[in-house]
């Protein structure tokens, strides 16, 4: 079992930058460094896309294009946080962000079916 605490969303212009953080509590099952981690976000009126995935094999994390060179993630294993920083945000950044696990050590995709676990999400909104 798993309980996911995302923070850090605000207000931010364009251009700017933001760093979210997902804590996570692992109280029982896989330790959290066996879990795939996800950044996932829903902005008003559109489905909840991914935006990375990091793998518990290998910690390589893949991004979709629309983020890639702009969004980084990061995992503080010894803190069992991981953070989403975020710069060049854009007006099309803005959505509700939400970090998501699953506990596997197999390569998966960000496809919000697929995960088990959600944090509560934070808002994220960048001003043109």
Not at 14 to 29: I, Y
């Amino acid at each position: 079992e798993v309980q996911l605490q995302a923070s850090g969303g605000g207000l931010v212009q364009a251009g700017g930058s933001l760093r979210l953080s997902c804590v996570a509590s692992v109280t029982s099952g896989y330790p959290f460094d066996d879990h795939v981690i996800a950044w996932f976000r829903q902005a008003p009126g559109k489905e909840r896309g991914g935006v990375s995935c990091t793998s518990a094999s290998d910690y390589t994390t893949q991004y979709p294009d629309s983020v890639k060179g702009r969004f980084t993630v990061s995992t503080d294993y010894s803190k069992d946080t991981v953070y989403l920083q975020m710069n060049s945000l854009k007006p099309e950044d803005t959505a509700v962000y939400y970090c998501a696990a699953k506990p596997t050590i197999l390569t998966v995709g960000a496809r919000v079916e697929l995960y088990d676990y959600w944090g509560q999400g934070t808002l994220v909104t960048v001003s043109s």
